[in-house]
Every structure is written in C-alpha cells, then in structure tokens.
C-alpha cells in the first residue's frame, strides 16, 4: 500500500510562489498516475493537476493553467506542484493523489496524503 504525505505548504503573500512535494512510501508509487487536489473551507475538494505514470504527461484544471506546474521523479517516488502568482482564493488543503489508470477523477485514485494547507494573504 502506498502511502503518500505532502510538505511545503504555508502562508505565501498574493502574487508570490510556492512549492509543495509528496513524497511516496514506495517505489510501487512509479506504477501510478499522480494527481494533486485541493479543498477550499466549505467546499467540495477539486481537481488542480495530473502527471502521468508513463511518460509524465500533464493536465490542468483550466482555473490554474499557466500558474502550476506538475511533476513528477520515478527514481526518488516524489512528485511535485509549483505554484506561481498565487491568489488568496486558491488557499485550501492541497493533497496529492495516486491511482492506477487515473485521470481528472478524484474518485479514481486509491491512495490519499493527508493534505498539506496553503494559505495566501492579500
């Protein structure tokens, strides 16, 4: 069973950039699509980034092309999320994913961190 804890999280000033890492447990992690999600106070958690176990493709959710980027390293089990120009309403609880054959579906992945929080002040 793989498990995943997130690190980075904190309080960045609107505009600025932040970076967070998950790390695996195991290097079983290498046979799983990645994905980070991010759950906003008295929202639903929502999909911001995926990098593919293959050929570490990416997609974005559209509210955050442009401003994140995902990655991803086979030989260390990591992957990564930087985020630029941050905006105070993308603070929430970012949590990275991993599924087999995932996709954009929060439903899809078997494997949860607990979350690193993200704080952006205006």
């Known amino acids: 069973q793989v498990q995943l804890v997130e690190s980075g999280g904190g309080l960045v000033q609107a505009g600025g950039s932040l970076r967070l890492s998950c790390a695996a447990s195991e290097r079983t992690f290498s046979m799983y699509d990645m994905a980070w999600f991010r759950q906003a106070p008295g929202k639903e958690r929502e999909f911001v980034a995926w990098v593919n176990r293959r050929d570490s493709s990416t997609k974005y959710a559209d509210s955050v092309k442009g401003r994140i980027t995902v990655s991803r390293d086979g030989a260390k089990f990591t992957g990564d999320l930087q985020m630029n120009s941050r905006k105070v309403e993308n603070a929430a609880v970012y949590c990275c994913?991993?599924?087999?054959?995932?996709?954009?579906?929060?439903?899809?992945?078997?494997?949860w961190g607990r979350g690193t929080p993200v704080t952006v002040s205006s």
């Open positions: 994913a991993a599924g087999y054959d995932a996709d954009m579906c929060l439903d899809a992945y078997q494997y």
